[in-house]
C-alpha cells in the first residue's frame, strides 16, 4: 500500500503546523487550496505539495487524495464538510467543529447518510502529559474521584498576533479552547450531567471573552472546575479517596497516595527541522509533537478502517458541552 494522500483545505497559520506534521506522519500532501490563491501556491512551494486549486470544488473533483484536511476558519466548517460528503471523500475537520450544535449536527449527519468517515483534529488528548493524567487516573491509583480541576490557557494578546481571527471571536475561550478542555473532561471522567459557566475579558480594551470558568457535575457524581485564561499556565488537580494527583508550573505530575510522593517528569523534546522556532516557543515541544501524534492516530484509523477516537458522533459529545457553556454563560444555565 502506497502513502497515504490528504488534500488541504487551507493555507493559513495553522496550516503550516498541520501540512509537515502530516509529512512527518509520513502521509503525502498531494493538493492545497486556499481563500487567497497567492497563498496556497506559498504553502505548495514551501512544502512541496504538487497541485494547487483555485476552488474547493475543483479540489475534490480533481485531487489525487485519500482525504481532505479541512484547515479553515470556523465560519468554512460547515460547507466544506457538506461538499466532502456529497463528493463522498472522507474527511477531517479542525476544532471548533461548528459555529452551532445545529450545524455540528447537520455535518455528522450528512457524513452518515452519504457514508463518508468523518473525524476532528483533537490533539491536546495526544499531549504526553495529559496520556500520563489518563494511565494514572485508569490505573487506580486515586481512587474514586471526588473532584478536579483543569486548566489551559487561551490565546493571550500576544497570541492573537499568530491568529488574528480569534480577536474576533465572540465567546473565544470557549470556543477556542473549550473544545480541548471538555474533550480531556469526557476522556478523564466520562459525561457531565450539568454545567455552569461564567466568562469574562481580561483586557476590556480587547473586548475578547479570552477567560471563562465552567462547573461540571458528572454522571459519575464527581464535581470538575474547568479553567480557560491567559494567565496561568495549564495544569490540573484531581482529588480521590486514595490519593491526589497535580499538575502545574514545569509540566511535572505529581501523585501523593499511601503516604508516597511520586513525581513524572516530562520528557525533553527537540524541535524538528520543520517548526519554526517562533512557533515552537508559542506552542511548547508538547503542543507541537501532539499534532503529529494526533495525525497518526487519524491515519491508523482511516487505514484500518474503523471509526476515529474523535469521530463525528464523539465530537458532537464534546461540542454539546461546548454549547451549553456558552449558553450558560449568556445568562441561559442548566
Known sequence: MGKLKVAVLGAGYWASLQIPSWQAAGAVVSAV????FETAVSAAKRFGIAAVYKT???LFEKADCDLVDIITSPDSHLPLVLMAAAYKKPVICQKPMAATFTDAEKMVSACREAGVWFAIHENFRYRDTWRRIREIVESGALGKIVRAEITLCSASLEGLKFEPTLAKMDHMALRDMGPHIFDLTRLLFGEAETVYCRQRASHPENGVMDTAVALLEMKNG???QCEICTDKTPGAFIS?????????????VTVRAGGECIPYEQPVYQRPEYILEANWNNHGGDGILSIRKCNESLMEAFLNGKPAPTDGKDALKTMDLVFRAIASADGNHD
Open 33 to 36: 487550496w486556499n481563500r487567497t
Open 56 to 58: 474547493p470544488e475543483e
Open 222 to 224: 464527581m464535581l470538575m
Open 240 to 252: 480521590g479517596d486514595k490519593g491526589v494527583l497535580t499538575y502545574g508550573a514545569g509540566h511535572y
